[in-house]
């Protein structure tokens, strides 16, 4: 009889146990704490991730993940169970997000993250490539522009310069402006300017401040529309996201998918005129183009055909390419007039 009430009583104390059992999920990030990312998109989505399962799930961040591009891999082997990563580091495999990187299209990064992700799931999704990963959002960085360590008066100015770029379509933007490009992540450019490996790089403004390029840069070109933009995906390991219950799973994608990628393209974007102020603060010197300025106008001309190049690039893949890209330019224009 003692027996039966010990394990009556140890069945009464493990089933709370149960119930209020937690799950963290380790998420990897190679930015620094002070970044956009990891300073506001992650705690924001932690918050979301642990309200909207009344506390089961809670997110953790572990800094210093190592290589950006080593993120697929982290996560699709179970190193760590979500994280973010640039689709142009893994050349050939991404190849459709690429189509919100060329130049031309509205500079707002929040309303082409989330045309993106519309056109993720209307387009892309079915072809694959995201294979062996849970997406759960997708987004841009604010547009690209040049910092270099020389003023800009002529588009011709940076032919032959080195600059040093990310990967994806800004490498064929590279070859079209006649520049050197130099392939390497965001984290290698302030030691890369400051030896003097490079004359130059195509980023974000915010990167002025968080990567201190502010330092190192004696020019910044601003261009109106930006040269480019990034595409980012937010992933989570399927066999992790498949361990929790269908409330929890349902619970995270309630918070992720649109919602995830519109604060984060708002949050990068945000970011940018901090870069600019840090840049100004020592003294670095800012040319805002024009739309009619020579400069502006030169870039135009290089970068015509860069649709029709993706379009030729992704035949391989079973989507229709040009409506893919219609519904995404048409999504940016009709969000970015509805949040004005």
Request: with cysteine; proline share 5%; glycine share 8%.
């Given at each position: 009889?003692?027996?039966?009430?010990?394990?009556?009583?140890?069945?009464?104390?493990?089933?709370?146990?149960?119930?209020?059992?937690?799950?963290?999920?380790?998420?990897?990030?190679?930015?620094?704490?002070?970044?956009?990312?990891?300073?506001?998109?992650?705690?924001?989505?932690?918050?979301?991730?642990?309200?909207?399962?009344?506390?089961?799930?809670?997110?953790?961040?572990?800094?210093?993940?190592?290589?950006?591009?080593?993120?697929?891999?982290?996560?699709?082997?179970?190193?760590?169970?979500?994280?973010?990563?640039?689709?142009?580091?893994?050349?050939?495999?991404?190849?459709?997000?690429?189509?919100?990187?060329?130049?031309?299209?509205?500079?707002?990064?929040?309303?082409?993250?989330?045309?993106?992700?519309?056109?993720?799931?209307?387009?892309?999704?079915?072809?694959?490539?995201?294979?062996?990963?849970?997406?759960?959002?997708?987004?841009?960085?604010?547009?690209?522009?040049?910092?270099?360590?020389?003023?800009?008066?002529?588009?011709?100015?940076?032919?032959?310069?080195?600059?040093?770029?990310?990967?994806?379509?800004?490498?064929?933007?590279?070859?079209?402006?006649?520049?050197?490009?130099?392939?390497?992540?965001?984290?290698?450019?302030?030691?890369?300017?400051?030896?003097?490996?490079?004359?130059?790089?195509?980023?974000?403004?915010q990167e002025l401040k968080y990567s201190r390029l502010?330092?190192?840069?004696?020019?910044?070109?601003?261009?109106?529309?930006?040269?480019?933009?990034?595409?980012?995906?937010?992933?989570?390991?399927?066999?992790?996201?498949?361990?929790?219950?269908?409330?929890?799973?349902?619970?995270?994608?309630?918070?992720?998918?649109?919602?995830?990628?519109?604060?984060?393209?708002?949050?990068?974007?945000?970011?940018?005129?901090?870069?600019?102020?840090?840049?100004?603060?020592?003294?670095?010197?800012?040319?805002?183009?024009?739309?009619?300025?020579?400069?502006?106008?030169?870039?135009?001309?290089?970068?015509?055909?860069?649709?029709?190049?993706?379009?030729?690039?992704?035949?391989?893949?079973?989507?229709?390419?040009?409506?893919?890209?219609?519904?995404?330019?048409?999504?940016?224009?009709?969000?970015?007039?509805?949040?004005?």
């Amino acid at each position: 009889m003692n027996i039966i009430k010990t394990i009556a009583c140890f069945c009464a104390l493990l089933i709370p146990t149960l119930a209020y059992s937690q799950t963290t999920l380790r998420v990897a990030t190679w930015l620094p704490p002070t970044s956009g990312q990891n300073d506001v998109v992650w705690p924001t989505w932690a918050k979301w991730v642990e309200d909207a399962t009344e506390g089961r799930v809670k997110i953790e961040l572990e800094y210093g993940s190592g290589h950006p591009k080593s993120m697929f891999g982290m996560v699709e082997d179970g190193v760590a169970d979500v994280s973010f990563g640039v689709n142009g580091y893994l050349p050939g495999r991404f190849k459709l997000p690429a189509v919100v990187e060329i130049p031309a299209e509205t500079s707002d990064p929040e309303a082409l993250s989330v045309a993106l992700w519309r056109v993720y799931l209307q387009h892309f999704e079915s072809a694959g490539e995201f294979d062996g990963l849970k997406v759960l959002g997708m987004f841009v960085h604010g547009p690209g522009q040049l910092f270099t360590t020389f003023e800009v008066n002529d588009l011709a100015d940076i032919q032959n310069k080195k600059i040093r770029t990310g990967g994806g379509v800004v490498n064929d933007l590279a070859t079209r402006l006649g520049v050197v490009p130099v392939f390497a992540p965001v984290t290698k450019v302030y030691e890369m300017m400051q030896q003097g490996v490079i004359d130059g790089v195509f980023l974000p403004t915010q990167e002025l401040k968080y990567s201190r390029l502010n330092e190192v840069v004696t020019d910044v070109t601003l261009f109106p529309s930006g040269m480019y933009t990034t595409a980012f995906t937010i992933f989570m390991n399927p066999d992790v996201f498949d361990d929790l219950s269908v409330a929890d799973q349902q619970a995270i994608m309630s918070v992720s998918g649109e919602k995830l990628s519109a604060l984060a393209g708002r949050s990068w974007g945000a970011s940018d005129a901090q870069g600019l102020d840090a840049a100004k603060e020592l003294g670095v010197r800012i040319k805002t183009l024009s739309v009619d300025d020579p400069i502006t106008i030169a870039f135009g001309e290089k970068v015509k055909g860069m649709h029709a190049d993706w379009i030729a690039s992704v035949a391989d893949r079973p989507i229709d390419a040009q409506a893919a890209l219609d519904d995404l330019m048409r999504i940016a224009r009709e969000y970015a007039a509805a949040q004005d």
